[in-house]
């Protein structure tokens, strides 16, 4: 069976400070990787994807995530905090591209 | 550019009542495309996925159905709502012709509220 987990339910980090927000995975063959964000009463906006090649992916608002197949992790991480990043944050992989499998969310909290 | 709409963005019904969400998309043809809940903000579920105009896909069983009849569009439905049914229910499409590499694109949800 596929499945994404996301240990921590709450990551909290100073503004400025670099943050990680934990992604592993358990799949079956080489999957697709991607990270959601989901501001209160919106949907979820796509971040970054990984499909293959260089292992750290950047993507949008300065975030980028890094691929450890041997750890089968994919953490989302960010030099320096803004307030404005505190959201939810969702890990996902896909095998197939038909179905999706995301983790429980990670909610971020950037202090001021 | 491609853009997804659902409506409406909150619904409030009694237990027993019917139900109908859309969700539409513009900007792309033969999307791949889901409807998921998301209870107390958390964890998504999904609920059914759609490769083509009449073919879906059941994800867990219950009071709930899904169409599509027409390429771009996917309707969520009920006959009898239960109090469980509440939630966030989001949409989400993906560019199926691009490939399977490609990631989902989500609306800004409906919430169901059931008295």
């Known amino acids: 069976a596929q499945s994404v987990a996301q240990p921590e339910d709450q990551v909290n980090v100073a503004e400025g400070n670099p943050l990680t927000v934990k992604c592993t995975y358990s799949v079956s063959g080489n999957p697709y990787l991607f990270w959601y964000v989901q501001y209160p009463n919106r949907g979820l906006q796509f971040l970054l994807k990984?499909?293959?090649?260089?292992?750290l992916v950047k993507g949008s608002y300065g975030f980028e995530a890094e691929f450890n197949k041997s750890q089968t992790s994919f953490h989302l991480k960010k030099p320096s905090a803004l307030v404005s990043d505190s959201a939810l944050y969702f890990c996902a992989v896909s095998l197939t591209g038909n179905q999706f499998y995301f983790g429980t969310g990670t909610s971020l909290t950037v202090i001021p | 550019s491609q853009t997804i709409h659902q409506w409406p963005a909150t619904l409030v019904q009694p237990v027993g009542s019917p139900l109908s969400l859309e969700c539409t998309v513009e900007?792309?043809?033969?999307?791949?495309l889901y409807w998921y809940r998301q209870a107390a903000g958390r964890g998504l579920q999904l609920l059914f996925y759609?490769?083509?105009?009449?073919?879906i896909s059941s994800e867990v069983p219950q009071n709930l159905s899904a169409s599509r009849p027409q390429d771009r569009q996917f309707i969520l439905s009920s006959k009898k709502l239960l109090l469980s049914d509440s939630g966030f229910y989001l949409c989400?499409?993906?560019?199926?012709?691009?490939?399977?590499?490609?990631?989902?694109?989500f609306g800004d949800g409906t919430r169901l509220s059931i008295l």
């Open positions: 900007g792309t043809s033969n999307p791949n």
């Open positions: 989400a499409w993906s560019d199926r012709p691009r490939g399977s590499n490609q990631p989902q694109h």
């Open positions: 990984y499909i293959t090649g260089d292992n």
């Open positions: 759609s490769v083509g105009i009449g073919q």
